[in-house]
């Protein structure tokens, strides 16, 4: 798996603290160094490879922009900010995306996922194969995170504060609103039939108006999800 280094510049502890916590959730992304300021960041660039750096703009001595404006070739960069005013200037500057805090975990993930789109683009402009990768999440179960491979996933059921998602061989408790869960998987092999569920289309195998069949399970179609559930199945994506 290709793994991207990267690097948070951030000068407050706890805004810090999240971001390693999430950093070290995502299978593809590698923490070389959290920098407190601009300064020790560029020294942190000039020494080592990155790919990737996760930026605040209010920072002591050189602001976030600022130190990015002035970078010949920046790495890629996500900016992490308590103010949204800057998003513009951000996105002027190409940045990947623009994270306002607090940042919720299901916000931080649909952002680092954008790189596979940067990761193709590369591949495909340098003349190299681009090989497809399965992709994973490590979900909260416990005290434990959990990887799931997205296409081992069957179904995802909505229990109030958690969803169960449930494979072939097992399933799995965590923490989620299945609306976060939507968001996710918003760009991959899912659809939401119902207020309570979410399937993946190429594990149904059978359905008719009111329900859908996976795995000998039968799973109702919402009434506010019926038109779109049966044009996807009908068209076949």
């Known amino acids: 798996m290709l793994k991207y280094n990267c690097i948070i510049v951030e000068d407050e502890p706890l805004a810090a603290e999240v971001l390693v916590d999430y950093i070290q959730q995502v299978p593809f992304l590698k923490l070389e160094e959290v920098c407190t300021d601009a300064i020790f960041a560029m020294q942190i660039l000039q020494d080592s490879k990155i790919d990737l750096m996760f930026l605040d703009i209010h920072l002591p001595k050189l602001k976030g922009l600022d130190f990015l404006e002035s970078l010949k070739t920046p790495p890629h960069v996500i900016i992490t900010s308590a103010y949204k005013d800057y998003a513009l200037e951000g996105f002027e500057l190409n940045v990947i995306d623009y994270l306002l805090k607090p940042i919720r975990f299901n916000r931080f993930l649909k952002a680092v996922n954008k790189l596979d789109q940067h990761k193709e683009l590369y591949f495909q402009a340098s003349g190299n194969p681009v090989v497809a990768e399965r992709k994973s999440f490590f979900f909260n179960v416990g005290k434990k ?3 799931i491979f997205l296409d081992e996933i069957l179904y995802i059921e909505s229990l109030r504060e958690y969803v169960r998602i449930t494979t072939k061989d097992k399933s799995i408790l965590t923490k989620f609103q299945l609306n976060e869960i939507e968001e996710l998987l918003s760009k991959n ?3 939401r039939i119902h207020r309570s569920f979410i399937a993946a289309k190429d594990k149904i195998t059978a359905f008719t108006a009111t329900d859908v069949e996976i795995n000998n399970k039968s799973i109702p179609i919402g ?5 779109l559930v049966l044009s996807v199945l009908r068209t076949g994506y």
């Not at 009434?223 to 038109?227: A, G, I, L, T, V």
């Open 189 to 191: 092999n899912f659809v």
């Open 223 to 227: 009434r506010s999800y019926k038109e």
């Open 145 to 147: 995170r959990v990887k």
